[in-house]
């Protein structure tokens, strides 16, 4: 009686066990625009994965495609769209939808180290920006900051003045470099970074200018290029959001958007900014191993330059001011966060 009373009770309880609803956790398909052995692929995207699911105890999971699910240009409309529930985007690439976050790109603002840049990025934009909503049917996860750009010839002419510039046909990305570029009277080529080998490596282009020593290694160009200008104060840093769309956002606990929050943000932005910074300066010394030259851009350069770029930050404060918001405090803001950032990093 005993031995039927204890068989009848484990079966009922392993009924019950499989009648118990499964947990499910939260999928987030997160994709990468990068060529799938580029770092923010095979760094910065595991660790975000890490940090979703460990914050989350699992109950939110990060996968990436193997290949990118949408071109460069087209990853905030890819999220909001539902081609993929994440991902990172090139924030020039958004201007006319984010113009907020556009301050970080403006010529000469930033320019310093990536792990600098990206955590005063994050709150500059988060005390002037957090309450616009900009971003729509998109949340703002983190950001990251490239390292700032350098000038590259691709001929046996170092580019050392405007004339240098102005007198070949260039390559650069999307925005403030490629119009800062027509301004010397350089015929420009402008396009994603990713396409980069393309042109370069077909001779179309004598010169390039807006992607970082770690972006010439990573695409491999570095075998198409003499020699390359750095200016003191760099004219462009590249930045990126991170994103999750909002109706995947909006299917996580108001605990797990928390615990995704204090992983991500500012220190995130750190995290990915200090392999960015590694990635360049591994990449800088590989390259001036292979025979590029390396020229110190002058003063007189630099000043030519921010002329030309100052009616890009001018229209850039016009329009933050129709959104309510003071340009100038922006920018001085920024530059504040990462000089006190900067110093306490070299302490």
């Known amino acids: 009686m005993n031995l039927k009373l204890t068989a009848g009770a484990a079966a009922l309880a392993l009924s019950a066990a499989f009648a118990a609803p499964a947990f499910a956790a939260e999928r987030v398909i997160f994709n990468c625009f990068f060529p799938a052995k580029h770092y923010v692929c095979t760094v910065m995207l595991p660790e975000l994965k890490n940090r979703i699911e460990t914050a989350t105890e699992g109950r939110v999971k990060v996968n990436t495609p ?20 994440g991902a990172l985007q090139f924030n ?50 983190s950001v990251y900051a490239s390292s700032g750009n ?8 170092p580019i050392q003045t405007l004339e240098d510039i102005g007198s070949r046909k260039m390559w650069g990305l999307p925005g ?63 930045t990126f959001s991170f994103l999750i769309s909002r109706a ?14 204090d992983v991500m943000g500012a220190d995130f932005a750190a995290f990915a900014g200090k392999v960015q910074d590694d990635a360049n300066d591994k990449a800088r010394a590989a390259m001036i191993e292979s025979g590029i030259e390396i020229v110190e851009g ?12 100052q009616p890009i930050t001018d229209a850039w404060i016009a329009k933050a001011s129709e959104m309510g918001v003071d340009g100038q405090a922006v920018i001085d803001s920024y530059l504040a966060r990462i000089a006190e950032r900067s110093a306490a990093a070299s302490n």
């Open 298 to 309: 002058s003063k007189e350069l630099e000043n030519g330059l921010r002329e030309l770029g």
């Open 150 to 157: 350098e000038f590259y010839s691709m001929n046996d002419t």
């Open 176 to 238: 403030v470099v490629a119009n800062t570029l027509k301004g010397t009277g350089s015929s420009v080529v402008a396009g994603p970074a990713v396409q980069m080998l393309e042109i370069i490596s077909k001779g179309v282009v004598d010169g390039y200018a807006g992607v970082p020593w770690g972006s010439v290694r990573a695409f491999k160009i570095g075998d198409y290029t003499k020699s390359a200008t750095e200016l003191e104060n760099k004219l462009f840093q590249p």
């Open 92 to 141: 020039a690439f958004i201007a006319n939808k984010v113009p907020g976050i556009q301050f970080s790109l403006l010529p000469f603002v930033g320019g310093v180290r990536a792990e600098v840049a990206g955590p005063a990025l994050w709150d500059t934009y988060q005390e002037f920006f957090a309450d616009k909503n900009e971003y729509g049917d998109a949340v703002l996860i």
């Open 248 to 261: 995947k956002w909006d299917k996580f606990s108001a605990e797990d958007q928390a615990a995704i929050m």
């Open 66 to 85: 193997p290949k990118s699910l949408a071109a460069p240009p087209d990853q905030y409309d890819g999220v909001v769209g539902g081609v993929m529930d």
